[in-house]
Structures are given as structure tokens and as C-alpha cells.
T-cell receptor, first 115, second 112 residues
Framework: GAVVSQHPSWVICKSGTSVKIECRSL??????MFWYRQFPKQSLMLMAT?????????EQGVEKDKFLINHASLTLSTLTVTSAHPEDSSFYIC???????????FGEGSWLTVV | QQQVKQSPQSLIVQKGGISIINCAYE??????FPWYQQFPGKGPALLIA?????SEKKEGRFTISFNKSAKQFSLHIMDSQPGDSATYFC???????????FGTGTRLKVLA
């Protein structure tokens, strides 16, 4: 089946630094990818929709200058958390649209801890 | 109107029992309703999904019941097993957007 890979699986960074999380579709082309954030024991909240070759569309309340999204190719989207703060610590999950039947496939998620 | 309400928040079921999780939505533009299973520290995995043109869909031990007029849908897990212990999320989306609105989640524990 189609696989969506996220890297890194977990990352710890210092407050004020930036960190990049990658989302790759391994065996299919994904024109659209989605980024979600999930705080512990809470639901997944859609942050933004990433379309290959164009600017991402952010959901209401999500700071586009803080969460930079780049979808440079049909198999890769990146989320960069800029000037990270402890409140940005969360589980970030991407999903990709593509493959047989235009299906949504979720990645395994990336844990971000800001200290 | 974009919310998807899910209940119960947590559920404890004996092995072999039936687990039932309910979701309700308001946006009539939603036309795709998937259920996801998530284990701690992992991404969600698709279990089963339904569209409004059918009232029920069954795959193995998992069944979705859909009530279009009430704008409600539910997941039934038959013969629940300890390995089913996880958090379950319902979701909804509209055609063409693929933007999922997730429910609040149900933590299921199946006792051995």
C-alpha cells in the first residue's frame, strides 16, 4: 500500500530556533498534502493545505509566518516551525492525497519538543 | 458548522463485546465519513469509510451505520479484542477538498 513517511520521527530543539519536518510520499505522487497538529490526548487539527508548486492555504488561526510550508515536488512537503517556543511542542502529522482512487494516506507523525 | 461531535470520550468494553462510538455533524456539504484508529505515538490509520448514499458498510468486525436525516454516523466494533484498544477518531470532509474535520476522539479499552 501507499506509504507516507515523516522525518524526523521526533525532535528536540531549543526555544527560539527553527526546526524542519519532512513529509514524503514514497510510492505515489501527491499534488496535495495536509499538515495537522495534535496535542496530547486531543484531536487532530488541520493547520494547512499544501499544493505542489503553489503557496499553502492556512486554516484560520494558524500563523503562516510561524509555520512555513513548502511543497517543492510531487513527493515532498516540508513544515518549518520558526522561532519555536515550548507551546509549539506537539505531534505534527501530515497526510498526502494520491495513489489509487485518490486516497488520503497519513504519515506516522513527528514529535516536536521545544525546551 | 464545521464541527464533528464524537461520543463517548472513553469506553471500556469486555473482550468479545461490541464497542459503539457515535459521531454527529452539522455541515450538509460533508459527503465522506472515515473512521481512523490511532495507537499512542503513531499516525492515524484508516479503518473504514462511508458515503451518504448507503446506510451501512461492513468490513470484517467493523461496521459503520449512517443516518443522513439525523446527520449521525457510528462505528460498531464486533467481538472487540484487547488489540483494538486505541483511540478512534471519526472525520468528515466535502467532495474535492479532502480536508478532514476530525471528531474529538474516543479512547477504547478492551479488557482481556
Amino acid at each position: 500500500g501507499a506509504v507516507v513517511s515523516q522525518h524526523p520521527s521526533w525532535v528536540i530543539c531549543k526555544s527560539g530556533t527553527s526546526v524542519k519536518i519532512e513529509c514524503r510520499s514514497l510510492d505515489f505522487q501527491a499534488t496535495t498534502m495536509f499538515w495537522y497538529r495534535q496535542f496530547p490526548k486531543q484531536s487532530l487539527m488541520l493547520m494547512a493545505t499544501s499544493n505542489e508548486g503553489s503557496k499553502a492555504t492556512y486554516e484560520q488561526g494558524v500563523e503562516k509566518d510561524k509555520f512555513l510550508i513548502n511543497h517543492a515536488s510531487l513527493t515532498l512537503s516540508t513544515l518549518t516551525v520558526t522561532s519555536a517556543h515550548p507551546e509549539d511542542s506537539s505531534f505534527y502529522i501530515c497526510s498526502a492525497l494520491g495513489g489509487f482512487g485518490n486516497t488520503i494516506y497519513f504519515g506516522e507523525g513527528s514529535w516536536l519538543t521545544v525546551v | 458548522q464545521q464541527q464533528v461531535k464524537q461520543s463517548p470520550q472513553s469506553l471500556i468494553v469486555q473482550k468479545g463485546g461490541i464497542s459503539i462510538i457515535n459521531c454527529a455533524y452539522e455541515n450538509t456539504a460533508f459527503d465522506y465519513f472515515p473512521w481512523y484508529q490511532q495507537f499512542p505515538g503513531k499516525g492515524p490509520a484508516l479503518l473504514i469509510a462511508i458515503r451518504p448514499d448507503v446506510s451501512e458498510k461492513k468490513e470484517g468486525r467493523f461496521t459503520i451505520s449512517f443516518n443522513k436525516s439525523a446527520k449521525q454516523f457510528s462505528l460498531h466494533i464486533m467481538d472487540s479484542q484487547p488489540g483494538d484498544s486505541a483511540t478512534y477518531f471519526c472525520a468528515a470532509s466535502s467532495s474535492g477538498t479532502y480536508k478532514y474535520i476530525f471528531g474529538t476522539g474516543t479512547r477504547l479499552k478492551v479488557l482481556a
